[in-house]
Structures are given as C-alpha cells and as structure tokens.
C-alpha cells in the first residue's frame, strides 16, 4: 500500500493525543471506578443486615416437628383412640433415573391395576420445591412394604415413610361420643395459631377429639436445618422438642358402651348413663353409628354421600342432638315442681274420669286409660303414669313456674360440662313462644308440656343428666366426659352449675322415688315386667313420645302405622335407690310404648353397671323384648 | 512494502544512552522483553483468582488444578508473545483479521451450537473454540494498524475505513448471537480510535445516534436478550426464574459486609445458591467470604494493573504501540467494570467473566495474549532523544 500524499505524520502531535487521551481514560476509569465502590459500598455497609437476613433464610429452613397426638382411655384404662404407623410410599424425583420405569416397577411390585401409573404420574409431580418427596400411595399394606423392601435396590429415590395416623378401635360404637380427627380444612387453618399447628395435619373435627384438641394436641418442636439451593437439607442446627399431647381417660365405660351399642341394636335412638353424684358419663351412644376411622384419612365422595343420604342419620349424633318429646319421663320432674312450688303434697289426691277439661272448655284432655285411674295420688300418677293427674299439676303451675322449674333440671339448656355440640332442646315458655310465633300462651298448651308433649322437646343426654339430679337428692353435677386430662383429675366441683333443687321435707325425694319404683316393681307399673327379678332398689319411668298428634278422641293402633310414623319409646331411670350408681337415659326412635321398648334396655343398663359378673348378654335382653311386643300398654 | 518502510523509519532513532553517556545496559527483564511490575501483579491477581476459585468451586482442588495448568499455558503463551517486536503485530494484523472473519463466517454456516448460539468452531478432537474470543484482539489490533498508516487525529474517510473494519467481526458476532462479545470487540476497536484523536463533535454524533438506535437493537434482541435487560431493570419480577441470579449475587455481596464471612464460609456460595459461582459470578464469592476489603483489595490490583498498562502504553514510542496497548489495557477495565457491574446489579447480565480469576481457559489465554503484545511494545521500544 501506498503511502498517502499528505500523511506527514506528526509524531509530536499524536503522542500529545494519546496523552490526553489516555489521561481521559484515567479519568473516565476512576469515575466507574469509583461508582462500583460505591454500590460495593453500599451493598456491603449500607444494606448489609438486610441482605445478611436474606442469606440467612435462604439457608436456613425451620421445619416443623410435630407433636404426637395425646391417646384416649375409658375410665378402665381401655384404649379408645390410638396412633397407629401407616406406611406411605413416597418417591423424590431428582433421585429416580428413570421415571417411567420406575412407576411402571410400582404399579407391579404392588400388584395394581396399569391405570395407576398415570395417576402415580400425576402425584409424582405434586410438590413445591425440589427434592421434595411427593406422596404416591397410602397406607400400604404389609405385603407391599415387605415387596418393595426386596426390591430396594431397584428403587432409588422411592421411600416408604411410617406416619401416625389415628386410629379408633372401636369406631362404630365410639364414633359419636368420641368425635373424630380430620385432616385440617381451609377453614380451620384460618383460626388456627400456625406455630402450633404448622406441622400437625390433622385436628379434632367434633366430640371429644375437638373439644379437647388443645389438650389432645400438644405442642409443636421446631427443628432449624441448613439447606442448600436445592432445598436438601445438610445438617441440623438446632432443635426444640414437640411435646406430646396429653392422654385423655374418659369418663365413658367401655363395656357398658358396648352394651348400650349392642341393646339398640342397630335400631335408630340413643341410651346415655351417667354416675349420679360425681356426673360422670358412663355410656353415651348415638345408634347407627359410623366408622370413624373413614373420616381420619379422607372419606371417598361416594362413601360419604351413602352415609349422607342415609335415611337412617348414622352421622347424627341423637345422644346430645336429638330432639325428643319427653313424653311421660317427665312426670317425677313436674311431680317435684309442684312439690317444690306447693302446688301438690305427696298426699294430695285427684279424681279421674279418664280426662281433663280446662275451666269453660268443653275439650277433653284424656288421659291413656280411657276409663281413668279414680283416685291418684303422687305415687300413683308416677306408677301408672297418669294423664290426668298432670294435666291438672300442670294447670295449677302453670307455665311459668313449670318452666322455671324445669329449667332448673337442665331442660331448653346446654347441661354438659364438656361434650362438643349440644344441643339445647326447648323449653317453652311464654317468652319464648312470643319470640318464636308471635302468638300468646294457650292454657291447653300447658296441659300438653305438663305430659311431656307439645313443644317441650329434650335431648337424651338432658334427659339422662335431669334424672341423674333427681336421683342425686335434687344435687345438681354438671354432667362429663374427661376424668383426667394427663395425670391431672377434671375438678368434681365445675362452674357454673345449677343451683340444687330444694324440697320442704327430705322426705318427699323418697316418696318420688317410691312413685318410680312402683313403676317397675308395683303391681300397677307400667314397666311391672321389666321390673321382674330386680336384685335391687330401682327407680324408673316410661315415657312414649308421639311422633304426630292424634285428633281428638282419635285412638290409633301402632302396627298400623308406617313404621316411621310410630311413638318414639322412652325410658329414664336410676339405681339402686338408696345410694344412686347410674341414671340412665334411653330412647329409641318409633320403637312404640316407652314402658315396654326401652325400659329393658335400661335395665340391662343398670344390672350390667350394678351387677358387674351377671350382666346379661345383649341377646337375651331382645328375646325378652319380642316376647313383650305384643303389648301396648301405657306411656 | 508500507509495513516495511514504516519498521525501517523506526529503525532510523539512534539509541543512545539515556543520562551518563553510557550505554545502558539491558536488565535482565529487558533483555526478556517483560515488564516485572506488570507481571507481578498479575500473578498475584491469578494467585488470589485460584484461592476465591477453590472456595467457589466447591473445594473442588481439580476445577483449581485445571484453572492453574490453563494459567501456566496461558502465561507460556503471553512470554513468547512478548518476544515479537511489536512491527511482527503490525505485519500480521492483516492477515489475523481476515483469518477471524473467515472464522466468524465458518461458525455461521458450520458452527456448534451451545446455549441456543453458534458460537463453537470444533474440529473433531483436535480443538473447539470460539473466533469471537480471536476478535478481541484481532479488530482493535487491525484498527491500530491501519490508523498508524495515517495522520492523526483521524479524517473523516479514515473513520469510515475503520467503522468497516469493526462493524463487520461485530455484526457477524452479534448475530451468533453472541451480543456480550460483540460489544466488547467493537469497545476494545472503538478504544483505539478514540484513542487516536476522535473529534469530540463525531463522539457526540455517534452517542446520539447510538441512542436513538437503542429502540432498533431491542427490536433485534433475541428473548433471553431481552429477558436480561428486563430482570436487570427489576430482578423482583422475576425471582425464581431470570431474577435468581442477579438477587442471589446481591445478596452474597451485601451479606459479606466489611469483612466478609470467611473463606470457605460465604452459605450463599458454598450452598450453591449463587449460581455460575466459579464462572461468571466469581465475584460474588469474594464479597462474601472476603468482605468488602477484599472487594476494595481485587479492585485496588486491577486499577493497579490498568495503571501500569496506561503507563507502558504512553511510555510506547509509535502510534501503533500506544494505541494497541491503549485498547488492550482499557478493555480489561471494561471487563473488570462490565463483570463487577453486572454482579452487583448496576449493569445487566452479560457474559463477561472476571479477567483471571473467572473459571475458564479461552479469556485467560485471550488477556494474557494481549498483555504479551502489551509487554512486547513496551520492552521492544529504542531510547528515545529527549
């Protein structure tokens, strides 16, 4: 090339270029210079806690360590609820080679069906951050943990992790006293303290399980681990202990349990029994009942729409919910209120013809035994359960006082100390009727609630706990579940207990109790046959509560009738009588008279709490009752 | 030839004894054509580099082994370099520069693809590298060569002889796509050219136009491109995705503090939270093991380095020389800024390594080529007469 024509270069000049040139770039070098110190600066002094923090919780993970959940006795030491290990398969997908061959190894090793695997594709998949396990299948069987540890060695990245899981031995018959736990709902999560509960998955849904979760649950440990980016964890770098929950001994019975589950016999009602002088509840069985341990790990849609659409209500908890006219049950209570009030004496008497009529009213209020009982006193209206007897006591109270008074045995009341979600029933009153229909009191609706009937409506455990004061000398004790929470015993005394019911002579508790003794041992007795062969003092009543009202003068025949349309049968009783063990409440739904389908089962009740080596089998109870169904006798 | 004639001229200074009449004697460092001061510090930088690189890597000592015998080959390569007179540079810039384009073209029509860009030239076994890594050298090294032919401050045709000389490598880089490389070849040839004496009118010119080109380059921008941009303008957006990287460097940086955690304790690094933590994000490491003195400390020996090369480049006695060692030490500073920046989140993220310290062979070689080229100029320069 070439030399230019006018390219004299001027070394002089170039060099004085490139020096001012190149002093510019020391320049331009130490402004950027100087901007990397300063942001370096910045990050470094200015903002360092804040990004020390950053590290800081990238690194470290604090992982949650649940608490095992607190078991459940009876009150003999039974287990009632356990933790039981079940095994889940899990697999971390950064571990396997080779997925598909892997899930497809699975699905055979555990002999399921091919569809599986796209299922297992799907779940393998379900996870929020890397080497994560996702949850394949749980539960595994025996042979399937046995299968897949023989073949371990082909499985990287799969585990079989135990996880407690709750576990209910006798379900059917505990569900509803019980409760259940469940896996923990959106719901629930919001009400729920998160440090407590962040690595519990499942929690307390209703009964016993719910109103002891506190309790039951325990508390949560923490384990602060060092993880890397991939969220494997490295090493541990410290730990707090969860602590366990607290066992619970209930107050319940098992075996009486049992008996009561086994003596209603699938029939739709309920028996609840309670020890008198301390409340504690002996049996509390809702019938049918369920199984429980469904509930725990999910129950399928269609399994819980079958129990749903029951027409027989398994998951309706009758003992605490169930509303039922008392029918007759009541009569030693409205006994007591006109005792109490001065209404009656144990020695009064009235006349029956077989009906009531009100002042001015030519409508006859009548009493079951058409042709009337003549002469009744106290005792006897009790024994032969007599209408008339009642519907004049309850005139002569009157709402208010009967509904002061029965109030203070619990009725239109929730009367437990612990027992998740009962229910009030209802007491009517003035006060309520007006709020509820806008409509004043009629004197004839007395008369209804002074037999039981009408809107008076009572759950079993009220009944049962009412029944428990009366034999208990008119001493109220709050009824209960829990015996002792840990090693510590729940305090005999709880608050808020009604005031005790208070008699102008002692003596007239026992003339009641000789009325409901008559019921099962005199010779005029309702429940005279149930009373056969007693080896102790017992007290009872029977009650029938009428599913739909009758016109007047009607008679009906209950085999007749649609078998959902028949009486509920009731029946409440105690003993021995002098030192009160048990107060039983039972009802069974459309079974007919009261004084012949539920007394028996009372009596099994107490003959098997009473005397503990001769308690009669289920089996032979029933026999006694179908021999006795021919009879419709009394209510 | 005009190369000849130039040599020759050069040629022509007398060489004289610098002060006492004398003649000076060479020192041992002359007669091997290195500057001690330069190559010293840039051992203690590659030493520093390989202790930050065994805590980076993972304590993995073979990654460090691999990176010292790639320093040693690299450095092998910068003392021969240095043994060329700087002319031999001037005689093959031609030559260099037609042989990169040649390249570049090849990449286009045969190239490897790796990381979605054409980059890779491999032949079989033998050797794969990337020509755009050559053209760091090649273009500023043919831009320095042909405006030594004319007379500076350069005229408005010769600008344009040069623009050519540098648009077409970086065109052909960019559209690989390759767009980190290619603007730092075209910075380390546009160094040269303004080093020569650019009017200040033109720069503005070129600014302006550059500005108003911005919305067209973004409009050319691959996806990932673009990505990079937007993840640096805010990293939150995307946390997990394309702002991982920048937030996890901030933040091993900002929790180092004054002092740092400690070599070998910095839990973003060494839990593999910082990603490319030996390559490209290696600085990360050090702020947080080491604090913000080690920061200041690496920072303090590049400016160092970058002084003594302004130094030996002004010392050069020919316009070729001085440009040339002009670019090259100014384009190690655009690394060092370009890389610390886009680390601590005021530059985007682009694929610049940290000069000698990163993990990696073909930069090391690239750099130690141009400080070979930078010590021949200054070594081979005769005494000039004051």
Partial sequence: ?635 | MPWQLITRSLRRYPVRPPDSGIARRKSIWERIHLDPWLLGMLLVLMGGGLVVLYSASGQRIDTVIAQAIRFGIALSGMVIIAQFSPSTFLRWAPLAYGAGLAMLLAVEVVGDVGMGAKRWLEIPGVIRFQPSEMMKLAVPLMVAAYLNRCQLPPRLRDIVVCAVIIGVPVVLTAIQPDLGTSLLVASAAVIVVLLAGLSWKLIGLVAALGAAGLPVLWMNMHNYQRQRVLTFLDPDSDPLGSGWNIIQSTTAIGSGGLWGKGWLEGTQSQLEFLPERHTDFIIAVLGEEFGLVGMLLLLTLYIMIVGRGLWLASSSQDTFGRLFAGSIILTFFIYVFVNVGMVSGILPVVGVPLPLVSYGGTSSVTLLAGFGILMSIHAHRRLLPR
């Avoid at chain 1, 949850?135 to 992790?161: K, T």
């Avoid at chain 1, 455990?461 to 208990?472: F, R, V």
């Fill in chain 1, 1 to 635: 090339m070439p030399q230019r024509r006018d390219t004299l270069k001027n070394p002089e000049q170039e060099l004085r270029i490139f020096r001012v040139r190149a002093l510019l770039a020391v320049l331009v070098v130490i402004v950027l210079t100087s901007l990397l110190v300063g942001r370096l600066g910045y990050l470094q002094i200015v903002q360092h806690d804040l990004y020390s923090t950053r590290s800081e919780k990238n690194r470290v993970r604090v992982e949650p360590l649940p608490p095992n959940r607190g078991l459940i006795y009876d009150r003999n030491g039974a287990l009632l609820a356990e933790n039981r290990p079940t095994y889940n398969l899990t697999l971390v997908r950064e571990r396997v080679d080779d997925l598909d061959d892997t899930l497809a190894l699975l699905v055979d090793l555990l002999e399921l069906p091919e569809e599986e695997i796209e299922a297992f594709q799907v779940r393998s998949r379900q996870r929020q951050r890397p080497f994560q396990p996702a949850l394949l299948m749980s539960d595994l069987s025996e042979e399937q943990i046995a299968r897949l540890a023989v073949n371990r060695h082909l499985l990287p990245g799969v585990e079989v992790e135990a996880q407690l899981l709750r576990y209910y031995p006798d379900a059917e018959v505990m569900a509803h006293a019980l409760g259940y736990v469940g896996r923990i709902n959106a719901e629930e999560l919001q009400d729920l303290d998160p440090g407590r509960y962040a690595g519990t998955h499942f929690i307390g849904k209703t009964g016993v399980e719910r109103f002891y979760e506190t309790e039951l649950h325990g508390e949560a440990g923490l384990r602060k681990v060092e993880t890397n980016a991939r969220g494997r964890v490295l090493r541990e770098l410290g730990r707090t202990d969860p602590v366990p929950g607290a066992n619970l001994t209930l107050t319940l019975d098992r075996s009486l349990q049992m008996l009561a589950y086994e003596l209603l016999d699938g029939r739709r009602g309920s028996i609840v029994a309670i020890v008198p002088n301390t409340g504690e509840i002996l049996a509390m069985v809702s019938t049918p009942g369920f199984d429980s341990n469904q509930f725990v790990t999910g129950i399928d849609v269609a399994s819980y729409r079958a129990l749903q659409e029951d027409i027989d209500l398994p998951l309706f908890n009758r003992a605490i919910r169930g509303h039922y006219p008392p029918g007759s049950t009541i009569k030693p209570f409205l006994a007591l209120a006109g005792l109490v009030e001065g209404v009656i004496t144990p020695d009064s008497t009235i006349n029956d013809p077989g009906f009531y009529q009100l002042p001015n009213d030519s409508r006859r209020y009548r009493n079951w035994l058409r042709w009337g009982h003549g002469r009744v006193d106290m005792e006897r209206s009790i024994a032969v359960s007599n209408n008339t007897y009642y519907y004049t006591l309850a005139h002569d109270l009157g709402i208010d006082k009967l509904h002061e008074r029965m109030s203070n045995f619990g009725f239109g009341q929730r009367v437990a100390h612990d027992v998740q979600g009962e229910s009030t029933g209802l007491m009517p009153s003035r006060d309520w009727k007006r709020a509820r229909f806008n409509q004043p009191w009629y004197p004839g609706e007395t008369l209804s609630v002074g037999i039981g009937q009408g809107y008076w409506q009572v759950t079993p455990l009220q009944l049962a706990s009412a029944t428990a004061a009366l034999a208990n000398r008119g001493h109220w004790v709050k009824p209960r579940l829990a015996l002792r929470i840990g090693e510590e015993p729940v305090p005999a005394e709880l608050p808020d207990t009604l005031p005790d019911i208070q008699l102008a002579n002692d003596n007239w508790w026992d003339r009641v109790y000789s009325g409901m003794e008559k019921v099962l041992s005199g010779s005029e007795g309702t429940a005279r046959r149930t009373g056969v062969g007693l080896e102790y003092r017992m007290g009872g009543k029977s009650g029938t509560a009428q599913v739909f009202s009758l016109g007047q003068d009607q008679r009906y025949n209950a085999e007749e009738l649609e078998e959902r349309l028949r009486d509920h049968a009731l029946f409440m009783a105690f003993a021995p009588i002098e030192e009160p063990k048990i107060a039983v409440s039972v009802i069974v739904e459309n079974a007919g008279g009261g004084s012949t389908h539920a007394a028996h089962l009372a009596r099994a009740m107490t003959d098997a709490w009473l005397l503990e080596d001769e308690a009669p089998e289920a089996e032979e109870v029933k026999e006694v009752l179908e021999e006795d169904t021919a009879n419709v006798e009394g209510n």
